[in-house]
């Protein structure tokens, strides 16, 4: 740990951006109360929909304008596994041809984490102030999950929130379907492996469920809430950081 | 057999909606996920065998023609014959000369993906020859006029009243005319079946998962003993091996057959491993009088050095499809041709091309399970992304998608313009749910709110109240 405090890039991620916005503070409070100062530079877009989607020439311009933004700061922090993987794991395959473009990818690789790994792996943060009376269940995004080895790191810190009792889900492992573009493409097929998620999510009788990524959060918030059931869905880093006044995904202080 | 791949998204959808599939799906998790699940933590060094299985196929792939001329020489050398095939009409053939050279006119055979994927059956039936799949699960299948639906559980998409029925339809001229349903007394119908197509065959025809250079032997795993009898009883023995199947020696077999049983069944070892080596010789019990061997490139030796040549580490243990949540969700009927699953969403493009296969590989959410679970480490995902960038670069994909696509893109690249549509579009999505948390429908979103509800942005987007904020602070 450098002696002044560590100057980090909040990568904000899009869906958070747009749909979840105290994803983005709740992200901030953690990484301050961590002793950390957050920046949040001008960003769009990872460019992970048109990589996936096979079209690597924008994914490359979209990862340049992120590592222009990023790569004056100390740490890239996403409160996303999936973006973090995309920066962390693809930004370097994506410039084999261009040395200059890879080294900067690399060092930007280097330096990017998702939230509650950051937290835990470089921080060492061993507890988080917050309090959640409840039960709670966690589904292991893919990417966090099998590109960046997060799985341990959210229970361990969920762990030290006064009040949460962790029930886990069956297959809590096993995608919920979202897939990006692929839940547009084969709705059908997304549906199912949803319903499937909502199913475990429901055996387990917790009264909340939780998550890394916002993908996969708006998924399975949209089929619980479509089956009637009254599980709330919420991105961890708001019980971590107790930020769960606000009415929970796809809820509104109409809905009562 | 007919292609469908390119009906996929319609294939599904039947698939989804067949409860006789999904009963038979949901065996799966249990006969095949847990076992291998408790047979490698059985094992503290399978990680190690897997980066150590990885690093013998490349090492393999490094040095193909290597290899598959010692084991040629070696086959010769122990009075075998090794046949080239470049595609399927060449191997076809070349099995069709064989057979016809015995006057055969009934083959048995054992389970081979190979003869599969050139057609074989229909090919020698064209020709006046009975092909009778000897493997219970290819037997049940071919009764049904069916294709496998898993690489190796052939009939795993059926249950056993379906199998009852299978076999109170062909077996009265064998003197069973009682319906059985008890899988005990079904399996010893089926074997007193087959047990005189054995004893009538004139050519036996197995695939091979390994050929072993040092020695020329061909290897088959089993768990029926129907391969054994397959390759021996009859005059004449085929095994039919894709050229990737090579391995230099016994002991580098002995790694990958390691990973294979508990990647594929949990099994520490299959019930039968067969190992064969020329045509029987004077001092041997029993065995064919000739042994050939049909070596099929079929376009994997177009894949050697570019972005595809892991794919061919392959060792078709299937543990990709049984972890695969969209195989687990449609069965393998639906992917439309020979190899379902992941492995066949990166191979059948490659091998019937991305023209007519193009849904395949973007049948994944990349969810990365396969590649988790692969025993020689192929990078599933990774290559069906590849297969997506030769679709955008060749303009494969929608216009409508393409178009989508590109104004996406344009807006992404241009922060500035990104901010005032997510303001926009965080805005209209608000008003449209009425103070709602969420939507029930949106025309423009069909895909998502036929089966979920939309959640609607919380309020004013990140960026905008980052902005009010910093504005308070100074």
């Known amino acids: 740990m450098p002696i002044s405090p560590p100057r980090i890039g909040l990568f904000v991620t899009c869906l958070v951006d747009l749909f979840r916005p105290t994803v983005g503070f709740a992200a901030i409070k953690l990484l301050e109360e961590a002793g950390c100062v957050v920046e949040v530079p001008t960003q769009t877009c990872c460019g992970q929909p048109a990589y996936n989607s096979g079209d690597r020439a924008t994914a ?86 099998r590109e960046l080895g997060i799985k341990t790191q959210p229970r361990r810190l969920l762990g030290t929130v006064e009040g949460v009792e962790l029930r886990e889900m069956e297959e809590s492992e096993v995608c919920c379907g979202f897939g990006g573009t692929f839940c547009i493409k084969y709705p059908e097929l997304s549906n199912r492996m949803v319903s499937d998620k909502a199913g475990h999510i429901l055996a387990t009788g917790a009264d909340t469920v939780l998550a890394g990524d916002l993908g996969c959060l708006l998924n399975m918030a949209g089929k619980l809430q479509r089956d009637g059931a009254t599980v709330q869905v919420r991105h961890v880093a708001e019980v971590l950081a107790g930020l769960t006044e606000v009415p929970a995904i796809g809820e509104s202080e109409g809905d009562g | 057999m007919q292609v469908t791949t390119q009906a996929f998204q319609r294939n599904a959808g039947a698939a989804l909606h067949n409860p006789a599939l999904q009963k038979a799906l949901k065996n799966i998790k249990i006969g095949f996920v847990r076992k291998r699940a408790a047979a490698v933590a059985k094992l503290p060094e399978f990680e190690a065998l897997r980066e150590a299985g990885r690093e013998l196929k490349n090492h393999v792939l490094d040095h193909l023609d290597f290899y598959l001329e010692q084991f040629e020489t070696k086959v010769i050398e122990s009075g075998g014959q090794v046949h080239w095939a470049q ?73 056993r009243e379906q199998v009852a029925d299978a076999f109170q339809a062909h077996h009265a001229p ?28 004139e050519v036996g025809i197995t695939g091979a998962n390994f050929c072993i250079a040092e020695t020329g032997t061909t290897v088959i795993v089993t768990n029926e003993g129907n391969g054994d009898l397959t390759q021996i009883l009859p005059k004449v023995h085929i095994a039919l091996a894709s050229i990737e199947k090579v391995v230099p020696t016994f002991e580098d077999v002995s790694l990958l057959l390691r990973l294979l049983a508990r990647s594929a069944t949990g099994q520490e070892l299959s019930v039968y491993t067969t190992f064969s080596t020329g045509p029987r010789r004077a001092e041997d019990a029993d065995g064919p009088e000739q042994f050939h061997v049909v070596l099929l490139d079929n376009g994997r030796s177009g894949m050697l050095g570019g972005e595809f040549q892991d794919m061919l580490r392959c060792i078709r243990c299937a543990a990709c499809l049984n972890h695969c949540p969209v195989y687990g969700a449609i069965g393998g009927h639906a992917y439309g041709w020979v190899y379902p699953g992941p492995m066949g969403s990166v191979l059948t493009p490659q091998l019937i091309g991305i023209e007519v296969a193009g849904p395949l590989p973007n049948a994944s959410t990349f969810c990365g399970r396969c590649e988790d679970v692969c025993p020689v480490h192929i990078p599933l995902p990774k290559m069906m992304r590849h297969w997506r960038e030769q679709e955008f670069a060749r303009h494969l994909i929608p216009m409508t998608t393409r178009f989508g696509l590109g104004l996406w893109a344009f807006v992404a690249r241009n922060p500035k313009l990104y901010r005032l549509a997510t303001n926009l579009g965080s805005w209209l999505l608000r008003r449209l749910a009425g103070g709602k948390g969420r939507i029930r429908s949106l025309p423009l979103a069909r895909g998502w709110t036929a089966w979920r509800d939309l959640p609607v942005p919380q309020g004013r987007t990140f960026q905008q109240q980052w902005a009010t904020r910093r504005e308070n602070q100074s």
């Not at chain 1, 590592?67 to 994506?94: N, R, T, W």
């Open chain 1, 60 to 145: 490359r311009s979209l990862a340049q304008q992120v590592i222009a933004a990023f790569e004056p700061l100390d740490y890239v922090v996403a409160p996303s596994g999936s973006c973090a993987g995309m920066i962390k794991q693809h930004y370097p395959p994506l410039f084999s041809n261009d040395p200059g473009w890879r080294a900067r990818a690399e060092r930007l690789s280097a330096k990017t984490f998702e939230l509650t790994s950051f937290l835990t792996d470089v921080l060492g943060v061993e507890q988080v102030n917050a309090s959640h009376p409840g039960t709670v269940t966690y589904h292991d995004s893919c990417s966090g999950l």
């Open chain 2, 87 to 159: 595609d399927a009409a060449e191997a076809n053939q070349i099995v069709l000369e064989i057979c016809q050279s015995v006057n055969a006119r009934r083959v048995t055979k054992g389970k081979s993906m190979i003869s599969e994927e050139i057609g074989l059956n229909d090919f020698l039936e064209a020709h006046g020859i009975r092909p009778v799949e000897t493997d219970l699960g290819e037997y049940i299948i071919q009764l049904r006029h069916e294709h496998p639906s898993h690489i190796i559980a052939p009939a795993v998409h059926l249950n």
């Open chain 2, 174 to 201: 064998y003197g069973f005319t009682e319906r059985r349903e008890e899988p005990r007394a079904l399996m010893d119908e089926a074997r007193q079946v087959l047990r005189q197509q054995f004893l009538q065959a």
